[in-house]
DNA sequence: AAATAAGGGTTCAAATAATGAACCAACATC
DNA sequence: GATGTTGGTTCATTATTTGAACCCTTATTT
């Protein structure tokens, strides 16, 4: 691994759960040496990458991220485009939206409204989710590159619980019935208990380039259910991929 | 310059009215050689912090970043706490109000909200406000780390309208005055025509992280006017600060 | 109160990774 | 078909990164 890549996985060690981290914990979990990692952190501090606390010496993600973020959203406005949405989908289901972005080889959450439920499902921002063993990745891979979902099907294929499919024909008819509803189902694939419908978000060249999902505890999940929120996720994708192609949804060529 | 801060001057070359850059587009502006920037890129790219337009080879900024931006924000949550107080302020003042943080060696305005008024004054996410050219900046500047101003003060410093203040000993003074008052004035430092006034928001050792700030047009802008909206502004930096540091103003050690 | 462990940070010879001039192929322009 | 531009690649040379051992400070233990 080069250099950079160093510098970047040192930065994705830090999560929700975990922001501030100190220099000996950083080099254990790295797996560089402290010299190195402490070289590496001082070269994003010096960019505004990483910061550190004054007073505890940890080090934290830094503002630096938060301005590049930002100038991507102003060209991409994903975000800003699809929150309304997700938030009128979160709205009429009374159950828990969120929204993707596809990453290197999963997709990343970045939105996420929750019902006022107590029991619900709840999911973080950042969480990474599985290509393929989400209703998210699998309305991904409906509309991806081939060479994408060539890669997902020949990787290893980790079992979440005893509902995933692992087995690169099973998913990949669920691909292709995902790609005729227009609209994945994923029954407890990636975690007990939880039902999700996702739909594929579009870019103006047809391929998908993130998902918006609902996710529900299947306590509270009927067969009508799950064809209801299909088709409210579905056409909530659809809004969003039209506003972000200016609503020109004939630019759309692989429709389903 | 090591290799890791390469990489991200690679990435500090898009901006807002730039997004997308060829490489060797990038190779030129960044001084690199065409190999050397090509293998950067691509180790970016290998974490998602950087996308290749499939059909133009262009880059831009990629998705790797929104996601680490969300984690630095759900530990530390300027925005979500600030914005609320930003409201209240524009519409109090009836005026624009814009939120900034601090980034390299600039604020970075992360956040605005603008008046009914057809005249008012105008900004935009991610514009950078210099140090030394605006109430933001100064107000800055007034509880920053000695390092920080010695820095700003000794650099180049440009005179954006005829009204600037470019000697490092009036700017001096300028900022004594503002940790006095607690507040800053800039009459037209940064564009003609438009005063403001801006506040620094201070982080639990009593360095400020970022400002709020009132921006009107001088048209209706009185000595009265400024006093009020200084005195306001001040008033939600205090809060700002204080909620940011769990409602403990005592932390605060630099008080003016 | 001395000993021990753990954390942050630093040094410098040795090892390794980054560099860049020259190169190819593709496309556009003249 | 000659010329310029762009994206991308190669490999001997060069410069940066590496990490064991080090220091200092702050708990924790004996």
Redesign the interface.
Known sequence: M????K???L??L???DE??LGLSDLARRSGFDKATTR??LV??T????VEQD??TRHY?????????????????PF?QTAVPLVRDLAASTAETVHLS????DAL?T?HVEHPAWANRVNI???QLLPLHSTASGIAYLAFA?DETVKACLTGSLKAFTTHTLIDPAAISTSIAETRDRGYSICDQGFEEGVISVAAAIRAA?GFALGTIAVAAPNARTTPAAIAERGLAVMAAAREISMRLNGENLQTLRRQA
């Open positions: 080069g250099t950079v890549g510098a970047i996985s930065l994705e830090f999560t929700v922001p501030e070289r590496l070269a994003l010096g960019h505004g990458f004054a007073a934290r993600l830094g503002a630096g991220l938060s301005r590049l973020a930002r100038i991507r959203e102003a060209r991409f975000l972005e596809f990453g290197v990343v970045v973080d921002i950042g590159r060249d």
